[in-house]
């Protein structure tokens, strides 16, 4: 199955520094994405505590916060002087305050309907049954279900799209071109979506 080819596991990861593991998720592996998820996921839940966004659930501020993770997974460089902690804090705490002000902007300028969902983030990401399953609380099992039912390269192209990279930046990663980029996610949400509709996790 697709997981085989995965690389590393939990055991695996506790012996590296989260640098390394980072490096691992930029090129798109699944498993150091989940990995660091999980392993921040205490961080990013105390500080989406701390900020309150008008109309917005507690699940949803806490998915902001996971947004902020994921970019600095996709933003932080060796070559950085401060530790990927370090850098992990800061943007999660910008993206709160961002998603805030956004909101709040928003609320000003009369640009939300009573029916109109939520929406912080401008990322096409937000919106994408993809993102946001593994972004919420079901990460470690929306992530096995895509390992386990979709290829190598499909798993690659979730991991950098869930990281934000376009689909430029993921065909320059996996040396191929956007069509097929784009037809990896499309063939996911397939495979996935019923399973998720049915429970299967």
């Known amino acids: 199955m697709g997981a085989g080819l995965v690389l590393g596991c939990s055991s695996t990861f506790s012996k590296m520094t989260d640098e390394q593991i980072v490096s691992l998720a930029q090129t798109g592996d699944m498993s150091a994405i989940e990995y660091l998820i999980n392993k921040y996921r205490r961080m990013v839940r105390g500080k989406s505590g701390k900020y309150f966004i008008f109309g917005a659930e507690r699940a949803d501020t806490i998915q902001e916060g996971t947004i902020g993770l994921l970019e600095a997974i996709r933003g932080f460089r060796a070559d950085t002087p401060s530790s990927f902690r370090t850098f992990a804090d800061l943007c999660v705490e910008c993206q709160l305050k961002s998603a805030v002000k956004k909101k709040g902007d928003r609320l000003n300028a009369s640009a939300i309907t009573t029916d109109e969902r939520d929406e ?27 390992r386990n039912n979709c290829s190598s390269f499909e798993c690659r192209v979730v991991g950098l799209f869930i990281t934000g990279q376009s689909y430029g930046e ?32």
Do not use: M, W
Request: charged fraction near 25%.
């Open 170 to 201: 993921i065909a320059n990663v996996l040396g191929c071109n956007e069509k097929s980029v784009d037809n990896a996610l499309s063939r996911v949400r397939r495979k996935i979506a019923p399973l998720i509709d049915l429970g299967h996790y």
């Open 120 to 146: 912080f983030a401008s990322d096409r990401r937000i919106n994408d049954p993809i993102y946001l399953t593994i972004a919420q609380e079901s990460t470690d099992e929306i992530a096995r279900l895509i």
